[in-house]
């Protein structure tokens, strides 16, 4: 494209997606020309690829556009060259080194659809905090070009899923160069084939991200499939994915310079980075059991989920088959490392993926306080002489990265009673407990607007969905009859039976009740995505989906369909209580509730996942019914009965007490509770600065030195 000399780095400013959470320097794109960034998603690259010449001209003319744009660019330039960031400051140490973060998925902005739900979110959370706090993380990833999949819905509601090939030329990606300036393009032994394998550049401010692709002419037509989609195909085509994730990731990195201190394996997908980290050293003259020693020092692995379905596991043959050629001069150690990975789950041994994380990291965590205890028991068997109290797994919170999901209403507030330097510092108790001090008439004008903000979203969609077309029932069900003033209980996660989605129809004629009670009506939206294999939760989703045009509930249950980062934003911070009710143990950590606390959306949940360690009796709900926890029907009617009670005595009494001016006052005390207690403890601040000084630069200091 041709930009005026005057904004020539307008391109330069799209393509690093560090503006996408600073809203100064998205106001840029913003007011460059708002109906097109409307129409592109809020993607710069693609807008810029379609933006008229003459509005670029005017824009180079127009002095106060241009101050804008000239504060961006002194802003991007600072960041890039700070020499005084938290990282330097705290964590000498980690000066001049490198932490190479692998991950199957990263949730950065939906204009790279490389994601699908909660574990590319927590990864793209990481690597914005990393960027902001200076330290020196590198991710490795997958460029998928179809992503994952586009979500809509027949008008019997059931899901539909449609994959679209990503256009790479409108995308917020680049060829990663080789330090002799070359494209990166390495190969990969895949059974007894090679696989080439080309890397691009995301660059997430201070984050480089590199994202493999194997989709080269080179490569036989099957072979260029392999990185296609995001969890698509069958077991094969996984375990060959994740070779190329473990193996090719590490040679990618060696190739483009890089020569990480410490590997962080965020889920057990990456798990193979272990194999080619010892081959490398065995090739130098290592004993394999020195090489096993010197790589678990500097390994991390974070473990996501106690659900068995969530680690994967393969029978040996197809493990042997396709590592065949990745053996090298350690062929014969090859029984050692299938060892690595043996565990049985109760169906016969397998090559279990976590199980080899597991064995292969010095530093292993789960993702909340219950969870670590989860995961002791639920792997202790990896440890069978270890004592429990002894076992290694620590505990490490998730949090969510404040400044992509704070709204501008909210930060406009924190600004205000805060500071200006509030950002700084959102992950110090002391400064947050000053939300109390945010007069509730200012408060609720913010909840207010946001609410104000999700209705517009909701009914433009369903508008957009009648302009195309679709039957009756699908617009209806998109939340054409939601009432902006009445009380919105959200519900937007991955559809799976777990999660219970259906719990709150336990008994539909008391719902019923709730959610038409007269002066004091109720509403739910609920949103979000089965995976493409899961018929159990696209059953799930389709009850709920006939729930919406079911006359008995008056029109007060709405499906979003489409769900991605793009409406999750509208959800968690238009929604007025955030509904969450897995069957515990199962929800590990779960993030939504968080985003959602600290825009004042409070949670209401079972005592799961981060909510075990983040109730405290003020800032939420605990849904908590008594029964036979191993009687999975008794307990969840006794859940429901809680749910129900909660809303009756507590919620809804509470949201529709106003005083005479219309504020109500009990209801902000218990927003202003959320926000305090939610920011700084559940902060991806907090989180990325327990794993730098607790396994990141522990890890570095055992950083190998060949010998």
Same mark, same amino acid.
């Given at each position: 494209?041709?930009?005026?000399?005057?904004?020539?780095?307008?391109?330069?400013?799209?393509?690093?997606?560090?503006?996408?959470?600073?809203?100064?320097?998205?106001?840029?794109?913003?007011?460059?020309?708002?109906?097109?960034?409307?129409? +592109?998603?809020?993607?710069?690259?693609?807008?810029?690829?379609?933006?008229?010449?003459?509005?670029?001209?005017?824009?180079?003319?127009?002095?106060?556009?241009?101050?804008?744009?000239?504060?961006?660019?002194?802003?991007?330039?600072?960041?890039?060259?700070?020499?005084?960031?938290?990282?330097?400051?705290?964590?000498?140490?980690? @000066?001049?080194?490198?932490?190479?973060?692998?991950?199957?998925?990263?949730?950065?902005?939906?204009?790279?659809?490389?994601?699908?739900?909660?574990?590319?979110?927590?990864?793209?959370?990481?690597?914005?905090?990393?960027?902001?706090?200076?330290?020196?993380?590198?991710?490795?990833?997958?460029?998928?070009?179809?992503?994952?999949?586009?979500?809509?819905?027949?008008?019997?509601?059931?899901?539909?899923?449609?994959?679209?090939?990503?256009?790479?030329?409108?995308?917020?990606?680049?060829?990663?160069?080789?330090?002799?300036?070359?494209?990166?393009?390495?190969?990969?032994?895949?059974?007894?084939?090679?696989?080439?394998?080309?890397?691009?550049?995301?660059?997430?401010?201070?984050?480089?991200?590199?994202?493999?692709?194997?989709?080269?002419?080179?490569?036989?037509?099957?072979?260029?499939?392999?990185?296609?989609?995001?969890?698509?195909?069958?077991?094969?085509?996984?375990?060959?994915?994740?070779?190329?994730?473990?193996?090719?990731?590490?040679?990618?990195?060696?190739?483009?310079?890089? @020569?990480?201190?410490?590997?962080?394996?965020?889920?057990?997908?990456?798990?193979?980075?272990?194999?080619?980290?010892?081959?490398?050293?065995?090739?130098?003259?290592?004993?394999?059991?020195?090489?096993?020693?010197?790589?678990?020092?500097?390994?991390?692995?974070?473990?996501?989920?106690?659900?068995?379905?969530?680690?994967?596991?393969?029978?040996?043959?197809?493990?042997? +088959?396709?590592?065949?050629?990745?053996?090298?001069?350690?062929?014969?150690?090859?029984?050692?490392?299938?060892?690595?990975?043996?565990?049985?789950?109760?169906?016969?041994?397998?090559?279990?993926?976590?199980?080899?994380?597991?064995?292969?990291?010095?530093?292993?965590?789960?993702?909340?306080?219950?969870?670590?205890?989860? +995961?002791?028991?639920?792997?202790?068997?990896?440890?069978?002489?270890?004592?429990?109290?002894?076992?290694?797994?620590?505990?490490?919170?998730?949090?969510?990265?404040?400044?992509?999901?704070?709204?501008?209403?909210?930060?406009?507030?924190?600004?205000?009673?805060?500071?200006?330097?509030?950002?700084?510092?959102?992950?110090?108790?002391?400064?947050?407990?000053?939300?109390?001090?945010?007069?509730?008439?200012?408060?609720?004008?913010?909840?207010?607007?946001?609410?104000?903000?999700?209705?517009?979203?909701?009914?433009?969609?369903?508008?957009?969905?009648?302009?195309?077309?679709?039957?009756?029932?699908?617009?209806?069900?998109?939340?054409?009859?939601?009432?902006?003033?009445?009380? +919105?209980?959200?519900?937007?996660?991955?559809?799976?039976?777990?999660?219970?989605?259906?719990?709150?129809?336990?008994?539909?004629?008391?719902?019923?009740?709730?959610?038409?009670?007269? @002066?004091?009506?109720?509403?739910?939206?609920?949103?979000?995505?089965?995976?493409?294999?899961?018929?159990?939760?696209?059953?799930?989703?389709?009850?709920?989906?006939?729930?919406?045009?079911?006359?008995?509930?008056?029109?007060?249950?709405?499906?979003?369909?489409?769900?991605?980062?793009?409406?999750?934003?509208?959800?968690?911070?238009?929604?007025?209580?955030?509904?969450?009710?897995?069957?515990?143990?199962?929800?590990?950590?779960?993030?939504?509730?968080?985003?959602?606390?600290?825009?004042?959306?409070?949670?209401?949940?079972?005592?799961?996942?981060?909510?075990?360690?983040?109730?405290?009796?003020?800032?939420?709900?605990?849904?908590?019914?008594?029964?036979?926890?191993?009687?999975?029907?008794?307990?969840?009617?006794?859940?429901?009965?809680?749910?129900?009670?909660?809303?009756?005595?507590?919620?809804?009494?509470?949201?529709?007490?106003?005083?005479?001016?219309?504020?109500?006052?009990?209801?902000?005390?218990?927003?202003?509770?959320?926000?305090?207690?939610?920011?700084?403890?559940?902060?991806?601040?907090?989180?990325?600065?327990?794993?730098?000084?607790?396994?990141?630069?522990?890890?570095?200091?055992?950083?190998?030195?060949?010998?």
């Amino acid at each position: 494209m041709d930009l005026p000399a005057r904004i020539s780095r307008l391109e330069e400013l799209a393509s690093d997606l560090w503006w996408s959470w600073n809203p100064d320097v998205r106001q840029v794109f913003r007011r460059l020309d708002y109906p097109l960034w409307r129409l +592109t998603a809020h993607n710069p690259v693609r807008m810029l690829q379609e933006i008229a010449p003459d509005t670029l001209a005017r824009a180079a003319a127009d002095p106060a556009w241009l101050e804008q744009y000239d504060h961006a660019l002194a802003r991007l330039d600072a960041m890039r060259g700070a020499r005084n960031t938290w990282c330097e400051r705290e964590c000498p140490e980690l @000066n001049r080194k490198t932490i190479a973060y692998f991950s199957a998925e990263f949730a950065l902005h939906q204009s790279l659809p490389i994601y699908a739900g909660g574990l590319g979110v927590l990864a793209g959370d990481h690597c914005k905090e990393a960027s902001d706090l200076g330290v020196p993380l590198v991710g490795v990833g997958f460029m998928y070009p179809q992503g994952y999949f586009h979500q809509s819905m027949s008008a019997e509601g059931w899901q539909e899923e449609m994959y679209e090939r990503l256009n790479w030329a409108v995308a917020p990606v680049e060829p990663a160069l080789t330090p002799g300036g070359k494209p990166c393009v390495t190969a990969v032994p895949l059974g007894n084939r090679t696989v080439l394998v080309a890397a691009w550049r995301v660059r997430v401010g201070r984050v480089k991200l590199y994202l493999l692709d194997t989709d080269l002419e080179e490569n036989a037509p099957w072979d260029r499939e392999l990185s296609a989609r995001l969890y698509g195909g069958d077991r094969e085509t996984r375990v060959q994915q994740e070779i190329i994730l473990g193996i090719g990731g590490v040679r990618v990195l060696k190739a483009l310079g890089e @020569n990480p201190s410490a590997y962080h394996l965020n889920e057990g997908h990456a798990a193979f980075v272990v194999l080619q980290r010892i081959r490398d050293l065995c090739d130098l003259g290592w004993t394999f059991d020195d090489a096993l020693v010197e790589v678990r020092r500097t390994t991390i692995f974070t473990t996501h989920t106690p659900v068995a379905a969530g680690h994967d596991a393969f029978p040996f043959h197809l493990v042997e +088959t396709h590592l065949a050629g990745a053996w090298g001069d350690m062929g014969g150690h090859r029984e050692q490392f299938l060892a690595l990975g043996h565990y049985d789950n109760g169906g016969g041994p397998m090559f279990n993926m976590t199980a080899l994380a597991l064995r292969t990291a010095a530093a292993v965590n789960g993702v909340s306080q219950l969870h670590g205890e989860v +995961t002791k028991h639920m792997w202790q068997p990896i440890w069978p002489d270890t004592p429990y109290e002894q076992l290694p797994v620590k505990s490490l919170t998730n949090g969510v990265h404040v400044p992509t999901w704070i709204s501008a209403e909210i930060q406009h507030l924190f600004e205000k009673y805060l500071g200006s330097d509030w950002l700084d510092h959102h992950d110090d108790p002391a400064m947050c407990e000053r939300v109390m001090e945010i007069p509730d008439e200012e408060l609720w004008a913010a909840r207010d607007s946001l609410r104000a903000f999700l209705f517009n979203f909701i009914r433009e969609r369903a508008r957009q969905r009648w302009t195309e077309g679709v039957a009756a029932s699908r617009v209806v069900a998109a939340g054409t009859m939601l009432d902006q003033q009445t009380l +919105t209980i959200g519900f937007a996660r991955r559809f799976t039976a777990y999660k219970r989605p259906e719990l709150i129809f336990s008994d539909p004629d008391r719902l019923a009740r709730i959610l038409n009670t007269p @002066n004091r009506p109720v509403q739910i939206v609920f949103a979000g995505k089965a995976h493409p294999a899961d018929d159990v939760g696209k059953h799930h989703m389709q009850r709920i989906y006939r729930r919406a045009l079911d006359p008995k509930f008056g029109g007060r249950i709405a499906f979003v369909e489409g769900y991605d980062l793009h409406v999750a934003h509208f959800l968690v911070q238009g929604c007025d209580v955030w509904l969450n009710n897995p069957r515990k143990p199962l929800e590990a950590s779960g993030t939504s509730g968080m985003k959602a606390a600290i825009n004042g959306t409070p949670h209401l949940s079972i005592g799961d996942g981060w909510w075990a360690e983040g109730f405290t009796g003020e800032n939420g709900w605990l849904i908590e019914g008594h029964a036979d926890p191993n009687d999975q029907g008794a307990q969840d009617w006794a859940d429901a009965q809680a749910l129900y009670a909660l809303l009756e005595e507590q919620l809804v009494p509470a949201f529709y007490d106003r005083d005479h001016r219309g504020i109500p006052r009990r209801w902000l005390q218990r927003i202003k509770a959320s926000i305090r207690t939610v920011l700084p403890q559940f902060s991806a601040r907090r989180m990325v600065k327990e794993y730098v000084r607790g396994m990141y630069l522990p890890a570095a200091r055992s950083e190998v030195v060949t010998r």
